[in-house]
């Protein structure tokens, strides 16, 4: 994946954000184009407008752009996979990689485990790369997410 310019980053978290952008401009070395969006349908709309060679996508969004202002931010459990379905339904391929800093998601009925996310992204998305468990604590995510380009 040396040919990536154009990167599409679907993150609401400032730290998660800054690390992502320090990876690629050090560890991996892209001259790339970083696109940041802070919600599902910020996600959603750049995807409308422009054609990105990669997507790094977090699971846990906010819903709106609007919504990152003040103290009621409305998130979205499933939000990136959401974009995934998304993504599908309107044949957009961009190859995407989910990362996320949660190990799992929703709560009873709705409860989903890290390791079943993935195995559904695998089974329905023919675009999506893989999963990263992102920790700012630990270095691990930053060789998961070099194995993955």
């Known amino acids: 994946m040396s040919s990536i310019q154009e990167i599409l980053i679907v993150e609401d978290d400032t730290k998660k954000i800054s690390d992502i952008r320090s990876f690629f401009n050090n560890e991996v070395n892209f001259k790339s184009n970083l696109t940041i969006k802070k919600s599902f349908r910020g996600g959603l709309k750049a995807l409308r407008f422009k054609k990105f060679?990669?997507?790094i996508l977090d699971m846990t969004i906010p819903k709106w752009e609007d919504d990152l202002v003040g103290d009621?931010?409305?998130y979205e459990s499933f939000g990136g996979f959401n974009l995934l379905k998304e993504m599908k339904r309107k044949s957009i391929t961009t190859?995407?990689?989910l990362i996320t800093m949660f190990r799992e998601f929703g709560s009873d009925e709705n409860y989903?485990?890290?390791s079943k996310?993935?195995?559904l992204c695998e089974q329905n998305f023919t675009f999506y790369?893989?999963?990263?468990?992102?920790?700012?604590?630990?270095?691990?995510w930053i060789n998961d997410l070099k194995g993955l380009l």
Request: net charge negative; charged share 10%.
């Open 53 to 55: 060679d990669l997507i």
């Open 129 to 140: 790369l893989g999963l990263v468990y992102y920790s700012s604590g630990s270095n691990t």
């Open 112 to 114: 989903i485990s890290l």
């Open 117 to 119: 996310i993935n195995e």
């Open 72 to 74: 009621s931010v409305e």
């Open 95 to 97: 190859p995407t990689i």
